[in-house]
């Protein structure tokens, strides 16, 4: 079973901050976040992933609790085109070579 | 980069034929997965190579799922008999080590009837 809890969907308006939420509050110390999205009709993207610290890439940027129990994934300024199902996921890589347990996600909707 | 490429895109078949699957990797990548995706779900881990080794199929249904990769580079997943509940999208994934990112392919819809 997946480890994390997500809302279902949520909407967004374009040009504005995305802040997406993931509750793990059973993580263990050696498991990192990871976050995925999936557009219609295609296969999963990675976005970002961390273990303590706040990260940001091109794509997004990941907060992450001091307890580490929640994290936010922030899609700066949404797109039309950022509009998919988000997954965050929680992952060990010293456990079955770090395979990847995806839950439902949230289907996020960039309206104009 | 060419990224992981799957074919065909989308097949029909009829309860209890046969189907197959194909993945090539992305160049260099020793680590290849398969994962089925059901329609509203997540994807779900079918099977897991190391280079041409198997090291998790714990969730392949042995009884008609088999899967390979001979050279560690291309692999194929093949049904056998089908049966309707096996309607899904079929994805491949590699990353350059295990535990790596993984990357995706565009998937494989199939549809049993």
């Known amino acids: 079973d997946a480890k994390t809890t997500q809302p279902p969907s949520m909407d967004c308006a374009e040009g504005r901050a995305a802040n997406l939420p993931c509750n793990h509050s059973t993580i263990s110390g050696n498991e990192y976040v990871y976050w995925y999205r999936q557009i219609h009709s295609q296969g999963p993207q990675y976005i970002i992933h961390?273990?303590?610290n706040n990260e940001t890439n091109e794509m997004a940027s990941l907060i992450i609790t001091e307890d580490r129990k929640s994290s936010t994934l922030i899609l700066p300024h949404a797109t039309l085109r950022d509009t998919a199902v988000y997954y965050c996921i929680v992952r060990v890589l010293t456990d079955s070579w770090g395979k990847l347990q995806f839950g439902a996600g949230t289907q996020v909707v960039v309206t104009p | 980069e060419a990224g992981v490429a799957q074919s065909p895109r989308y097949k029909i078949i009829e309860k209890r034929q046969s189907v197959a699957f194909w993945c090539n990797p992305i160049s260099g990548h020793a680590t290849l997965y398969w994962y089925q995706q059901i329609l509203g779900q997540g994807p779900k881990l079918l099977i897991q190579f190391q280079n041409n080794g198997v090291v998790d199929d714990s969730q392949l249904p042995k009884d008609r799922f088999s899967a390979e990769r001979l050279k560690g580079v291309d692999s194929t997943l093949k049904i056998q008999p089908a049966k309707l509940e096996d309607s899904a999208v079929y994805l491949c994934a590699s990353s350059l080590e295990a535990g790596g990112t993984q990357y995706f392919g565009p998937g494989t819809r199939l549809t049993v009837l």
């Open positions: 961390g273990l303590k």
